[in-house]
């Protein structure tokens, strides 16, 4: 379980976030939904630890996060796979040393089972024959499925998506999105999905907060979200997608 | 109006040395965490091959150019001044003295902050603003371990050697260039060279490695690792970078003379 409490965070004297609490309980699919530049990745970040808030406090499982050092985070990190906005894949690296980077770098396991994880994440992506590729030649799609691997072969408890749709045709955002639906059912994985598409929200999340000029001006189950009366939900859910 | 524009300007001279300043606290503890990431060392060890060999093997070309051409035009100018108070045999000395306490180290490290400075002031702001380096902290792995600790490593091991072969070709070029322009034997030159090298005039110059690695390395990678805004920004960070290390690479060369060679 992934917990913010009263979170507040400053760049300079521009205010991000203010007095931000939610909750991502185990095996739920969590969206935070929110206009551009609101702050929405800043909050996956809070919950890997990779800033720290200005206020307030990061729980993950119990444990408090927010004055954690580097060296303790990696553990608490390991707990939670992170797919990137650009995939942050190592582009010079075939697609599956960039699977199995991570396993030998952090884990001590035998090149078997690395061998083993990474045929099991090329499958499950629908990756076979582009395991010597480099990501530069793949479709975004395709290198979004990489990125979604990576995160997966630690065999983590939450995995963090950052506009995991973002960018991508038609076809390949469904796609990614019957990969995510798949995770909970499959690998009883939860999920938190940052976006800023409204359908993506409405068709994998269990719960959603909307994110609103840095604060939560909505946390419930998705359903509900019909229901909400709050002017910027009720234009949201009139225009789909957000480019406020 | 004076007033307020005095104002303003002292405003923002607060804000820029501000700003400055935790730069700097910023920049130190970088490098306490590069070097505090030593004793990873055996578990980057290929990655410090990697890196020795781009930038030790690799940059062989470069410093053997820089190293030959300055030592043929230093024989040629010496020469000629030598020769007006009819001290030409005296070329040997001053050309070893000038080029292994001086110019052979401070041309390698001008030469290594443009090649391996810029190599990595722009392969790690790329990754910083491709969110690579991001990705390495959420996955668990120390990016500075990984990444700025086999730079620093490779650097302090492959300087040493690379200040070697550049006295040794810029003393062989301006031995060429005495036989074939200044019509000075070899063996003229030569005597005059190795005969009164004291330890000192090796000390000054390859004292110089170790220190033009750590600064050239920290530098470039403290300026990538820092690199914001896209493709601009990445230019931006690898320019500053290699800027500053070949500038306090030209500090530390001065120091470094004054400091042996008055303790000496």
Not at chain 1, 87 to 113: C, H, V, W, Y
Not at chain 1, 137 to 149: C, D, T
Not at chain 2, 88 to 96: E, H, I
Not at chain 2, 202 to 219: C, S, Y
Request: aromatic letters at 8%; glycine letters at 8%; hydrophobic letters at 45%.
């Amino acid at each position: 379980m992934i917990e913010l409490r009263k979170v507040g965070l400053k760049y300079g004297d521009k205010e991000i976030l203010n007095n931000v609490s939610l909750t991502v309980q185990d095996n739920t699919i969590k969206a935070i939904l929110g206009p551009s530049g609101v702050g929405k990745s800043t909050i996956l970040k809070l919950m890997l630890g990779l800033i720290k808030p200005n206020n307030g406090q990061v729980l993950v499982d119990g444990t408090d996060i927010t004055n954690m050092n580097e060296t303790s985070l990696y553990k608490i990190r390991r707990k939670m796979g992170m797919v990137f906005q650009g995939n942050a894949l190592f582009d010079s690296l075939t697609i599956s040393q960039n699977l199995g980077f991570f396993l030998r770098e952090n884990m001590k396991l035998p090149e078997e089972e690395i061998s083993r994880r990474v045929a099991e994440q090329i499958q499950f992506a629908g990756l076979e024959g582009y395991e010597e590729q480099l990501p530069e030649s793949l479709s975004g799609g395709m290198r979004r499925r990489v990125a979604i691997g990576r995160a997966l072969i630690f065999k983590p408890h939450m995995i963090l998506f950052d506009e995991p749709t973002a960018g991508l045709d038609p076809v390949s955002s469904k796609k990614i999105l019957s990969l995510i639906s798949s995770l909970r059912h499959n690998n009883n994985l939860g999920a938190v999905i940052v976006t800023h598409i409204i359908d993506d929200v409405f068709n994998v999340a269990d719960s959603v907060a909307v994110l609103y000029q840095g604060e939560i001006i909505f946390d419930d189950v998705t359903e509900k979200l019909h229901n909400a009366t709050h002017p910027f939900i009720r234009s949201i859910l009139s225009d789909k997608i957000l480019e406020l | 109006m004076p007033v307020m524009f005095i104002r303003s300007l002292g405003k923002k001279l607060v804000l820029q040395l501000k700003a400055f300043f935790l730069t700097m606290q910023e920049f130190f503890l970088f490098s306490v965490r590069a070097f505090m990431s030593f004793p990873k060392i055996i578990r980057y060890w290929r990655d410090v091959l990697d890196q020795a060999t781009i930038c030790g093997t690799d940059s062989i070309p470069i410093v053997l150019v820089s190293a030959i051409s300055i030592g043929a035009l230093l024989a040629i100018e010496v020469g000629n001044l030598l020769e007006d108070f009819g001290a030409k045999t005296m070329l040997g000395r001053s050309t070893a003295l000038t080029v292994i306490r001086e110019l052979g180290p401070l041309l390698m490290g001008l030469m290594l902050s443009a090649r391996f400075g810029s190599r990595n002031g722009a392969e790690l702001g790329a990754m910083q603003i491709s969110e690579q380096i991001d990705a390495l902290r959420a996955f668990g792995t120390d990016p500075i371990a990984k990444l700025v600790m086999p730079r620093l490593v490779a650097a302090l091991i492959m300087f040493l050697p690379l200040t070697a072969l550049s006295d040794f070709a810029g003393l062989q070029s301006a031995s060429y260039m005495a036989e074939h322009y200044h019509r000075i034997d070899p063996g003229i030159f030569w005597n005059a060279v190795y005969p009164r090298l004291v330890a000192k005039d090796f000390v000054v110059g390859f004292l110089k490695a170790p220190v033009f690695a750590v600064i050239i390395t920290l530098v470039s990678s403290f300026n990538g690792f820092s690199a914001r805004g896209g493709t601009a920004g990445v230019g931006r960070s690898t320019i500053k970078g290699i800027v500053v290390s070949s500038g306090l690479v030209l500090i530390a060369n001065f120091y470094v003379s004054k400091i042996v060679l008055e303790n000496m």
